[in-house]
């Protein structure tokens, strides 16, 4: 994990109008400068900036942050990952906390392979662009298949020598290890000699979302004889197979900005619709998707369009996947390329406007294609028309958040007359499918079953506690004002410390917030809405927002509009804790009068009531202090 210390490094020189307006322009008002909203099509700007407390906010979609949330949300960062994009744009070295051997081994390694590849990748292009070999064999071969040179800068496209160790000779002389080479798959061993894996190849880095290179693909030149047309990265500490779409780097923008994703299967494909302007592309390298690759495409859209050879095999390879992709909520359509083509080919022989009208035209829905692929091989067969049905209800049942319930019906009754079968029928069936699944799942995990149901207990419950506002106005007046003095000998967070000893939060995460406050105090590292908001805890960091953001600010002019009133320039700070204090006080004697009360009305023992009765008059002593304080009478 990255130290504390760098955290606060990254966060002391993080300027949220820089990075922001990076990615947003950005125009002053007032303390605060207003943008068109980067998350939602908005005419009117209402994307507001807050220098001053470092938050963003915009009060149309109701979207809300810091400069790492926003990182994360725009760019689809991790936490780790907007950090090290910050650090590196201020020029500040990471440091890590005490991780175990096994970790800092794994760490080292992932490290040593970045670099590895990045070096690998700068050799491998310059072999391509700029000697006489990778010209005659590679560059010529990828021109006379329409490529030109920018789209080849783009993806960084390389070539690595027919000579045995060109590629190795040049990274041992770069001091990278044999057994980094070696996992990085670049290389290979044999009679103890390092020799070139993808030589004679035309290479296609492959970057994780950050735009770091974290493997590569080889491809053969021509037709493939007795070798692979293509050769991949082994699995190591940077790339897992299941966890990468080629061309999400590059697409990410377009995609969001579409909210569609198309997805293909092979390198070329990407990189000839992107030449042709359609960028909103991924590959999934030809293999089976994967649960995470279909989450990689949700962060940005839940629009998925499946382009795939019209053959057998493009329709097999079409139909795997289906399953996870409604799981994951994703609308799903197919295209499937005519005349024996791939979208490659397809692309460069129609061009951009007559594929996409394609596209636009041949998108079919998944379901109902599917449907049409089994009654198509079932025939007259009942009995596989029977599977078809079967099957058909397994994906249906697949379709099972709550916000899909009206689509999923939907489904049910287009399928049930594509059939000829009783809707009913195939809803009970559907039903079978979802019990049966939620009973499996119950009994391999019936823990994390229970403690889903108490959350939705808790949050329910949450929903009727009316002190919400006072407890939120706690943390804001801890947040803004508690490293300042009180009085000669305390702070006002120690003085909110000592008056809340006998009071909790009823709102589990605004108490969590409050004790993480006090952690950090104890441990002087100065909490404040600025150092809490770049906390690991995205729900601590989304509540920081709420509670230091409003959509409104003080007019710096009101002073002249008030004649003797002086609004600007007073420090209130303390009356605002004072008053804060004592209406979240009031709110809580109010509860502990209604509990008591009601304890006094079910007491059977004089004993005891005579106790709740002192009890109630404590409260009421209380209360009344405070009141006087406020200048009120609480009315029964």
Known sequence: MIS???????????????????????????????????????????????????????????????????????????????????????????????????????????????????????????????????????????????????????????????????????????????????????????????????????????????????????????????????????????????????????????IDKSNECLLVEGYTDVISLHQAGIENVVASGGTSLTADQLRIIKKYTNNLTIIYDGDAAGIKAAMRGLDMALEEGLNVKLVLIPDNEDPDSYVKKVGTTAFKKFIEEHKKDFILFQLDVLLKEAGNDISKKNDAVNQIAESLSRINKAEDFTRRQSYIHECAAVLKIDENGLINLVNKYINERLNKQEKTNIDKVESRIEAEEIKENLLLQPDDLQEKNILRVLLEYGLNKWNDEQTVAEYIFDELDQFKFDNPEMENLYEVYKQYYAQGLNPSAKTLLYHEDAKIRSLVVNVAMFPFELSQRWDEKLENIQVNNVDTSLQDVIMSLNYFKLHKIKKMFEQNQHDIEQSKNWNQTLQLIEVHKHLKNIEREITQQLGTVILK
């Open 4 to 254: 504390p210390q760098t955290i606060e490094q990254i966060t002391n020189r993080i300027d949220i109008i820089d990075v922001v307006g990076e990615f947003v322009k950005l125009k002053k008002r007032g303390a605060n400068y207003l943008g068109l909203c980067p998350f939602h099509n908005e005419k009117t700007p209402s994307f507001t900036v807050s220098p001053s407390k470092e938050i963003y906010k915009c009060f149309g979609c109701g979207k809300s942050g810091n400069t790492i949330t926003f990182l994360m949300e725009h760019e689809k960062y991790s936490y780790a990952e907007a950090l090290k994009w910050l650090a590196q744009r201020y020029n500040i070295e990471i440091q890590e906390t005490e991780v175990s051997d096994e970790t800092r081994i794994v760490q080292q390694a992932a490290e040593s392979l970045h670099a590895l590849n990045n070096f690998a990748q700068k050799f491998l292009t310059e072999q391509l662009l700029k000697t006489e070999e990778g010209q005659s064999n590679a560059l010529t071969y990828l021109e006379e298949r329409d490529y030109v040179i920018n789209t080849i800068e783009k993806f960084q496209l390389g070539y690595n020598p027919q000579i045995k160790n060109a590629f190795a000779t040049a990274a041992v002389k770069q001091q990278f290890s044999k057994e980094i080479l070696l996992k990085s798959g670049l290389v290979i061993e044999r009679s103890d000699e390092l020799i070139d894996n993808y030589r004679g190849r035309i290479i296609f880095p492959i970057h994780n979302n950050t735009g770091k290179i974290i493997g590569f693909g080889a491809r053969v030149i021509g037709k493939a004889d007795k070798a692979p047309k293509y050769i991949n990265t082994p699995e190591n500490e940077v790339y897992v197979k299941s966890k990468i779409l080629y061309g999400a780097y590059f697409a990410r923008h377009a």
